[in-house]
C-alpha cells in the first residue's frame, strides 16, 4: 500500500472518528433531500417551474450542498489545526512530504462527497421519483467543476486561517451565502435580475446550475464553466501563495 493510500485511510477513520463532521458532511444532505421531499407541494408540478416539481429542482442544489460541506466545514478546521498543532511541520521530518497529508485530505474529501451524492440520487429516484440525470457524463463533469473550485476556495481558508477554530469560523460565514445564491432560500428560477446575475458569478449558483442543466440532459453553459474554472484558479492560486504548512 502506498503513502497516499494509506495516509487517506487513516484521514477517514479520523474523519468518522468525529460525528459533527459526520452530521454535516455526510448525513446532512440526504436528512434535508428527505425533509424538502416530505412537503407535498414540493412534488406538485408547476406551470410556474415549467412542469418541474420544486424537489426536481432541490436535488442538484442539495448535491451542491454535499460539495459544500466537505469543502468549508470540515477540509480547512482540519488542515488549519494540523498547522496550529504541528503536524505539518513534524511530516517534514518524515519521508511523507506534508504534500501527501494535503493530497490523502483531498481524496478522502472528493471520494466522500461522491458517496453522499450517489445517496442524494437514490433517495430523490426510489422516494420522490426524481429522475436520474438524463446526462450522467456531464453531471460528473459538473459535479467535478464545482468541487474543484469548492475546494480551492476551502484550502484558500485553510492557508489564511490561523488556526481551526478560526477555519471552522470563517466556513460558515462563508457558506450560509453561498446556499442562498445556490439556490437553498430561493430557487434561481424565482430570483429578480439582480439576484440571480450575482448567483450566477458565484461557485455554487454556477455549480448548481450546470448540475441542473446536466439532470435535464444538456451540456452545462460555457459562461458557468468559465465561472468555475475561475473560481478554481482564483481561489486555487491564492491558496498556493499564501499557505504555510508551519
Known sequence: MSALSRLTLTETKLFFREPINVIFALALPPVLLAVLGAIPSFR?????????RIIDLYTPIVVAIAI???????????FATYREKGVLRRMRTTPV??????SAQLLMSVVLSVVTMLIVLAIAWFAF??????NALAFLVAF????LAMFSIGLLVAALAPGGASASAIGLVLIFPMLFFAGLWIPRMSM?????????????????????DAAAGNWPEPIY??????????????AARF???E
Open 44 to 52: 406538485e408540478p408547476s406551470e410556474a417551474l415549467g412542469g418541474l
Open 68 to 78: 459544500t460541506t466537505f469543502a468549508l466545514t470540515s477540509l480547512p478546521p482540519q
Open 97 to 102: 512530504r506534508p504534500a501527501a497529508m494535503l
Open 129 to 134: 421519483d426524481v429522475a436520474l440525470p438524463e
Open 144 to 147: 467535478l467543476l464545482t468541487a
Open 192 to 212: 429578480n435580475d439582480v439576484l440571480r446575475t450575482i448567483s450566477d458569478f458565484t461557485p455554487l449558483g454556477a455549480g448548481v446550475q450546470s448540475l441542473q
Open 225 to 238: 464553466i468559465a465561472v468555475l474554472l475561475g473560481w478554481t484558479i482564483l481561489a486555487g492560486g491564492l
Open 243 to 245: 499557505f504555510r504548512w
